[in-house]
């Protein structure tokens, strides 16, 4: 039974996949990460190299459709396999242990959640529509669903902060805050970001604000930051805390609509005076076509939520519609770059 095109070979006659294969197997390829990160096989391999059956035994698994599995992640750079056929990870494949700093394996396991799938399985409707595939797919807009769904909530919450347990320290470096002053961390979820500022200005103060169940959850009780941080539940889209010096909206505008944009901004610029400054964090889209990850990220918030990735010249135009005033766009280490406004 054939299951693929044609395709050419390479100069030495080897069989060479074609971009369009490779794209029509990328459903498969997360498959199989979403397997082996389910059943924690990266922890295993944190001490060497062991066979698919050793592993298999391990985690109660079938050896020889395991081995399958890993053979088809070696040839994509997550494991090695050799000649004895035993398998390792490889820098890449670190990151799905869950025993090391920056771990993404709750992170795979949220990009690959039934949630996404059903969502990407709708994108050809929603270039008929224009409708969100995930309300589509679930009657309900996204962050409605994960409202009433407290098991996919934590998971969500959870690989987010996974996410950006890798971007935090970076963001933060790449930015000057001030010695001294109020962060006030508008939709900062655990509060990673926030952590990562005010433990490199010993003498900031800041203010974590996001929907209470989330800030319930916060990381910000630790010695480093002691008594410099408060808590705050709300909901950014009526009013924020005021009296802060610099505000923070970390991959908060991404997630919605220009017109819901608007809302949100205002409910900030409601809350500072003239001057503050307003730190966006989000990708920022070349306005040439140039190609760029965001990209990829731009369809998921086409398929889960109103939002979309933005070029300099939108977040300009979107930020002075608030009263905010674009002065300058800072590239950092990570995906995201710092778009610094303030107040007029």
């Not at 595939?133 to 902060?161: C, I, K, T």
């Not at 909206?249 to 409910?267: Q, Y």
């Amino acid at each position: 039974m054939a299951t693929s095109p044609e395709q050419p070979t390479g100069p030495t006659g080897q069989f060479t996949p074609s971009p369009l294969n490779q794209l029509l197997y990328g459903h498969i390829h997360s498959a199989a990460v979403r397997a082996v990160a389910e059943h924690r096989v990266a922890d295993l391999l944190a001490e060497g190299p062991r066979t698919a059956g050793e592993l298999a035994t391990a985690r109660g698994l079938h050896a020889g459709t395991l081995r399958r599995v890993l053979r088809l992640l070696a040839m994509h750079g997550l494991f090695t396999q050799d000649e004895k056929d035993t398998f390792g990870l490889t820098d890449a494949g670190q990151a799905l242990r869950t025993d090391v700093p920056g771990s993404q394996r709750t992170a795979a396991l949220l990009l690959t959640d039934e949630m996404f799938r059903r969502a990407a399985d709708g994108i050809p409707d929603a270039v008929r529509t224009g409708r969100t595939s995930f309300e589509a797919a679930y009657g309900v807009p996204f962050f409605d669903h994960l409202a009433v769904s407290p098991d996919q909530r934590e998971l969500f919450d959870a690989g987010m902060a996974s996410m950006a347990d890798r971007t935090d320290d970076l963001i933060a470096e790449s930015y000057p805050f001030p010695a001294a002053g109020t962060v006030v961390d508008v939709g900062g979820g655990r509060g990673g970001l926030l952590h990562a500022v005010l433990r490199r200005e010993p003498a900031l103060t800041g203010v974590l604000f996001d929907r209470p169940d989330t800030v319930a959850d916060h990381v910000l009780d630790t010695e480093e930051v002691r008594g410099r941080w408060s808590v705050r539940g709300g909901d950014f889209f009526t009013a924020v805390p005021s009296g802060g010096d610099i505000y923070l909206l970390k991959r908060i505008l991404h997630d919605w609509s220009d017109e819901e944009c608007a809302r949100i901004l205002g409910a900030v610029r409601a809350a500072v005076a003239p001057g503050a400054r307003l730190l966006v964090v989000d990708s920022v889209l070349p306005d040439n076509g140039d190609p760029h990850p965001a990209v990829e990220l731009d369809i998921i918030m086409m398929m889960l939520v109103t939002g979309k990735e933005r070029t300099a010249k939108e977040f300009e135009d979107l930020l002075a519609g608030a009263g905010f005033r674009l002065e300058r766009v800072l590239p950092t280490p990570t995906l995201p770059s710092i778009l610094e406004a303030r107040a007029v």
